[in-house]
């Protein structure tokens, strides 16, 4: 029946929107340290997500609580003739000023390779490319640089650099020393540390490691969790049997410890403290390592390729692990989800309780006994995987995490848990100040061009989409000024460019930003808008050369368009990808920290691409 159909739409509607509400109490259990838990205000882009998620049927059903008459009347409740009266739990909403929205960015810290290449020494060079090419014979540091840009996809091609880590080293000790170099560097905020300062970390991890084993003690674990101390007696027999011929593991024993490791959850620190238990690590003896040894080390991992080092603008080497690189040797190969740091940030969530931690423990055989910062600690340096950790919760409290972040908060568990892996993997170890508060924006460059909204809000970067707009031309204000080092100017009325870059003889290039979810179509805005901007100026007694147009893309029929305008009018017309720009200017700044970009190499009519961009910069 029609009535019957409208009542049923209504009801629909009505439910969508009360999906909102929806809250999970058993969220905000107590921390065992005792934490007062703030009350949490409305997260608005959250509201927003969940909302979205109920009207299309994707949310959890909703939760509902009986409850006796004469419950307190500001909750929000639901009664039916003859039937008990049930009341909708609120879902409590993170506080906007939490510590991890002031975090956001840590894998734009990290140096590329395109990045370090022009910064390395040349024997640098060539030690990363011996055993890349045929022959070094001949070539200059300038073609050095040139093959490790050309040739940077095929330098961290995946097969490449997991066979390079997985082959042991026939020199035993090396290889232990090249082991814990990469576990010390997998750690570091950019997977990078400086040359002297890691030669230092070495021995201080060697040293603890050796104190540890000092103190190791498996009766008292015996007595506390004899399952855990099963495995652990299992692998010591194991190792023992391993060393007790020459003191040293061959090639084949190596592999065989690591699948036992896997399947006991023998953590590589473990393996290191059994070792030194048996006087066996870091040499013979509990010997350490010399700053010489390591240096002997850090060269192999150079000639395998998986080691990089440059000079920075302090000139100290730094010895660096390349984005590219780090996050195969991480993913493939250590199997690293979190960083340490990060691995523990997740895990005091107060998602996870004191019985949820304890049941994780057990559930790995790992010792469940101590207080929340110790079972916290415990984790986040076993082998256990924070995606392990995420999928021992409900999908409704994963829900909620994701809401709390502004992430999408619908979905199965898997999509949830990558979620907050990627969220939390993104966080820097600590908050970084900027005195221009530009930077920020200049960082989201690609997110602000292409209006990414659920990104930038996770990020906290905008709270309202209007804010777009503003934030992509102050960053690229920004840009010229503070990456490419040139003078930059900003329209302060309208109907005129957002900015201009002024020449020598009262000539400009004007610029303009053109942020859009999809392509910018130069025939929207070319006559009507564009063309007066650089009549404007010229009647003004300017000069103007050329437009530069900003966006995250382009039509392919706005190049036409731009040719069309330059044989019409001689005025170019550059399409400049804001993934370019960006590109171009953390390059130059790079090169030539201190010299201005020759801003006229953008006088001309293309679309300029990454790869476009790199070549203007050879010709800088």
Known sequence: MPGEKKASDEQIVHDATEQVAINVDTFVQRNVDERSLDEMSTNSSALTEAAEGAADGTDDVDEWEEVADGTDSTVESITEPGRQRKVRKKRKMMRSD????????????????????????????????????????????????????????????????????????????????????????????????????????????????????????????????????????????????????????????????????????????????????????????????????????????????????????????????????????????????????????????????????????????????????????????????????????????LSTMCSFFGLKSYGNKADLIASLIEFYDDLTFEERVTKDGREVWYSNFELLAARSYAELRAKKIISKDLEIERMFEDATEFLFQNRLRVSCERANKENRADGRLPLDGNQVILWDCKSVEGLVNLQDHLEGQFDGYLRKDAELGKNPLAFLVIGPAFTPHSLKLAYQYKARTNWDVALVTAEALKHLAERWATMEPNKAFPIRLLNRTELIDKERAEFLLSLA
């Open 98 to 397: 939490a510590e991890e929205f002031r975090l956001a960015g840590r894998r734009a810290l990290c140096k590329r390779i395109e990045d370090i290449a022009p910064l390395m020494l040349k024997t640098a060079k060539l030690r990363i490319l011996g055993r890349y090419l045929s022959s070094v014979r001949g070539l200059e540091d300038d073609d050095l640089t040139n093959v490790i840009r050309k040739d940077s996809q095929k330098l961290a091609e995946k097969v490449r650099i997991v066979s390079s880590m997985i082959e042991p080293d026939p020199n035993f000790d090396r290889g232990q020393l090249k082991s814990i170099i990469f576990a010390i560097l997998l750690q570091e905020e950019t997977h990078s540390v400086d040359e002297t300062r890691l030669d230092e970390k070495v021995i201080e991890f060697e040293k603890e490691i050796v104190k540890k084993a000092k103190s190791l003690n498996l009766e008292d674990l015996r007595k506390q969790d004899p399952e855990r101390w099963h495995h652990i007696d299992t692998y010591k027999i194991v190792l023992e049997a391993a060393l007790q011929n020459d003191g040293s593991i061959s090639a084949d024993e190596a592999r065989l410890l690591g699948v036992l490791r896997r399947h006991l959850s023998i953590a590589i620190d473990e393996h290191w403290s059994l070792s030194a238990a048996l006087k066996k690590f870091p040499k013979e003896k509990c010997v350490l390592h010399t700053p010489d040894e390591v240096n002997e080390a850090r060269k192999e991992l150079q000639r395998d390729g998986v080691l990089w080092s440059y000079r920075d603008e302090n000139n100290r080497n730094i010895d660096v692990i390349p984005f590219e690189i780090a996050e195969i040797i991480r993913r493939e190969v250590a199997k690293q989800e979190l960083q340490r740091t990060n691995y523990r940030r997740l895990l005091m969530n107060d998602a996870f309780t004191l019985t949820d931690l304890r049941s994780i423990l057990q559930a790995k055989g790992l010792d469940r006994y101590g207080n929340k910062i110790e079972l916290i600690e415990r984790l986040s340096n076993s082998s256990v995987l924070p995606s392990e950790v995420l999928g021992s919760l409900d999908r409704e409290k």
